[in-house]
């Protein structure tokens, strides 16, 4: 069985900032994409930043500048450097990965249980 696993998650003042890890464990036979959710309180789930196997990421306008993930390849984990954080990215951040567990599966997403961030003035 697949697991994602956040940490990182905290209190923090506005300004402040905040290293978010997840780490993908159990059968996997490729880790493909991966990225980093939100969801504030009465608010949709909205995309936050994603990285491709390759490296290549891609971030929501509202974070760029201001975030940057990265990814571990062997350690099968994420991050998501969050500086000059503002009281509008307090939410619950959520790991994506899109992965195959087996060689002839097909690829299918799994999400973390999510962590939560609360930034403060």
């Known amino acids: 069985q697949v697991q994602l696993v956040e940490s990182g998650g905290g209190l923090v003042q506005a300004g402040g900032s905040l290293r978010l890890s997840c780490a993908a464990s159990?059968?996997?036979?490729?880790?493909?994409?991966m990225g980093w959710y939100r969801q504030a309180p009465g608010k949709q789930r909205e995309l936050v930043a994603t990285i491709t196997n390759g490296g290549s990421s891609n971030y929501a306008d509202s974070v760029k500048g201001r975030f940057t993930i990265s990814r571990d390849n062997a350690k099968r984990t994420v991050y998501l450097q969050m500086n000059s954080l503002r009281p509008e990215d307090t939410g619950v951040y959520y790991c994506n990965a899109n992965l195959r567990v087996r060689l002839f599966d097909s690829g299918n997403e799994y999400w973390g249980q999510g962590t939560q961030v609360t930034v403060s003035s």
């Open positions: 159990g059968s996997i036979y490729m880790l493909n994409a």
